[in-house]
């Protein structure tokens, strides 16, 4: 709001302290501050490059410092195994097990009460688009589900929510604004 770098870089940042897959969500909103904001609170592309790199390493520097799993064991022990011994073997995934995975969660979702709600507060948004034409809050909104589809891609676990807060808190924030 207040186009601050700064506040930008510690807010991500925090973030992704808190959980490192909320980088998901930091890295869709700078693509949106990058190329879909309004003219005034556009982020450079330099400066959004910069950005980028800074949470990305930060990343890549608490997975190596607190020496967390991979995506990998984290999807083999949450979906497949969940006894596995990640310090005892190595983990390969194939594609039947990541769509068994997936299209597990898929029937899951389509009966989540809260997911019902977000879905039918953002289309009565998206009606109210059309009279309003506010165009940075639609490109905000479809940023949030796009966050929500990566993170429920890369980790199909509909029986924990905490994973999707952060796309949840902007699908509301921008079906209200819309």
Request: aromatic letters at 16%; charged letters at 15%; a positive charge.
């Amino acid at each position: 709001r207040n186009q601050s770098l700064i506040g930008l870089m510690i807010g991500s940042s925090l973030a992704i302290f808190t959980r490192p897959d909320a980088l998901i969500t930091v890295l869709g909103l700078i693509v949106y501050f990058s190329f879909f904001a309004r003219a005034a609170r556009v982020l450079a592309l330099p400066r959004a490059a910069a950005i980028a790199l800074v949470v990305i390493g930060l990343y890549a520097a608490l997975r190596h410092t607190l020496g967390s799993m991979g995506w990998e064991t984290l999807f083999y022990r949450g979906f497949i195994n969940d006894n596995f011994d990640f310090t005892a073997a190595s983990v390969t995934i194939t594609w039947e097990q990541y769509w068994r995975a997936l299209s597990w969660g898929l029937s899951k979702i389509a009966m989540n009460p809260r997911l019902i709600v977000l879905a039918l507060l953002s289309m009565a948004a998206l009606l109210c688009y059309r009279i309003h034409q506010q165009r940075e809050w639609l490109w905000f909104l479809l940023m949030g589900w796009g966050t929500f589809a990566v993170r429920f891609a890369l980790f199909p676990n509909w029986g924990d929510e905490r994973y999707h807060y952060f796309s949840y808190l902007i699908i509301i924030m921008a079906s209200l604004e819309l």
